[in-house]
Nanobody, 122 residues
């Protein structure tokens, strides 16, 4: 089992920044690809960003490319999502996920955090 706990969400004005963290515990963190997903009210959970086990490879949804940066610190068992240039449409609950594969598909992830709310005001 892998436990994931997100933090860093909050209320920010458009154009502002937030840094989300996802602390993990349990099995070896470096064995897992990590992803960030988000879900706005009344919408499906969408892929945001992913990072490979070593951190060498990353991939982003078009909607966040150039504004968000995913990173990981395998020594701290933590993955991050730096969000700059936030827009009201970024408002959602953000979830981190861990899986054996480096994937953009939520079904490929085995473990999920409880989510953290990000609200961007206009």
């Amino acid at each position: 089992q892998v436990q994931l706990v997100e933090s860093g969400g909050g209320l920010v004005q458009a154009g502002g920044s937030l840094r989300l963290s996802c602390a993990t515990s349990g099995r070896t963190f470096s064995n897992y690809g990590m992803g960030w997903f988000r879900q706005a009210p009344g919408k499906e959970r969408d892929f945001v960003a992913r990072i490979s086990q070593s951190g060498a490879a990353t991939y982003y949804a078009d909607s966040v490319k150039g504004r968000f940066t995913i990173s990981r610190d395998n020594a701290k068992n933590t993955v991050y999502l730096q969000m700059n240039g936030l827009k009201p449409e970024d408002t959602a609950v953000y979830y981190c996920a861990a899986g054996r594969y480096y994937s953009s598909y939520s079904s490929r992830y085995d473990y999920w955090g409880q989510g953290t709310q990000v609200t961007v005001s206009s």
